[in-house]
Antibody, heavy 120, light 111 residues
Framework: QLQLQESGPGLVKPSETPSLTCTVSGGSITHSAFYWGWIRQPPGKGPEWIGTIHSSGGTYYSPSLKSRVTISVDTSKNQFFLKLTSVTAADTAVYYC????????????WGQGTLLSVSS | QSALTQPPSASGSPGQSVTISCTGTSSDVGGYNYVSWYQQHPGKAPKLMIYEVTKRPSDVPDRFSGSKSGNTASLTVSGLQADDEADYYCYSYAGGKNLGVFGTGTKVTVL
């Protein structure tokens, strides 16, 4: 059974550049039919797509976050990563990693999520 | 890119049906048959319920069904059960390199 697990710093200060990691187990991140995505959900709000990456390195980013987001992948560790620059309180959210089915454009497996809080 | 519009709430008694709408534009919902629906219980990750407008994953009961007309997609939950009480979000491909946008969410209450 495929499993995804997010990890991150938890609490950061405004203007910092936190990185989050998603570790994939129970399957290979290099399967050609799948991409790997980051989605966030602010408290009490709906999810927001951040960006998606293929194991080959190809990336897609949300137009609203593109200038501050970098997503990368390490196939040797079956992990992919999210870096978000110049964070503000508005970036406080639960961050999920997920598998994206490229053929039908949906997210099927999700991690449990990790809370990133931005506060001074 | 604006979020897709969903009603904030919907409700029904056990055994009844409830339908949730998801309204976008011709650039997302209306332009592609790549609408999916997700169920989210409090404190949990979203769970895929419908993909490609009408298709159900094998672990989702057939009480859940999807449809689309023009720029509006819909999710119908028939034979409501207590465990169906959750938040529901739609998602649609938005064209080109914009892989998608989520809906505003609908809280379903089983009376």
């Amino acid at each position: 059974q495929l499993q995804l697990q997010e990890s991150g710093p938890g609490l950061v200060k405004p203007s910092e550049t936190p990185s989050l990691t998603c570790t994939v187990s129970g399957g290979s991140i290099t399967h050609s039919a799948f991409y790997w995505g980051w989605i966030r959900q602010p408290p009490g709000k709906g999810p927001e797509w951040i960006g998606t990456i293929h194991s080959s390195g190809g990336t897609y980013y949300s137009p609203s976050l593109k200038s501050r987001v970098t997503i990368s992948v390490d196939t040797s560790k079956n992990q992919f990563f999210l870096k978000l620059t110049s964070v503000t309180a508005a970036d406080t959210a639960v961050y999920y990693c997920s598998r994206f089915n490229w053929n039908a454009l949906f997210y099927d497996y999700w991690g449990q999520g990790t809370l990133l809080s931005v506060s001074s | 890119q604006s979020a897709l519009t969903q009603p904030p709430s919907a409700s029904g008694s056990p055994g009844q049906s409830v339908t949730i709408s998801c309204t976008g534009t011709s650039s997302d919902v209306g332009g592609y048959n790549y609408v999916s629906w997700y169920q989210q219980h409090p404190g949990k990750a979203p769970k895929l319920m419908i993909y490609e407008v009408t298709k159900r994953p094998s672990d989702v009961p057939d009480r859940f069904s999807g449809s689309k007309s023009g720029n509006t997609a819909s999710l119908t939950v028939s034979g409501l059960q207590a465990d169906d009480e959750a938040d529901y979000y739609c998602y649609s491909y938005a064209g080109g390199k914009n892989l998608g946008v989520f809906g505003t969410g609908t809280k379903v209450t089983v009376l």
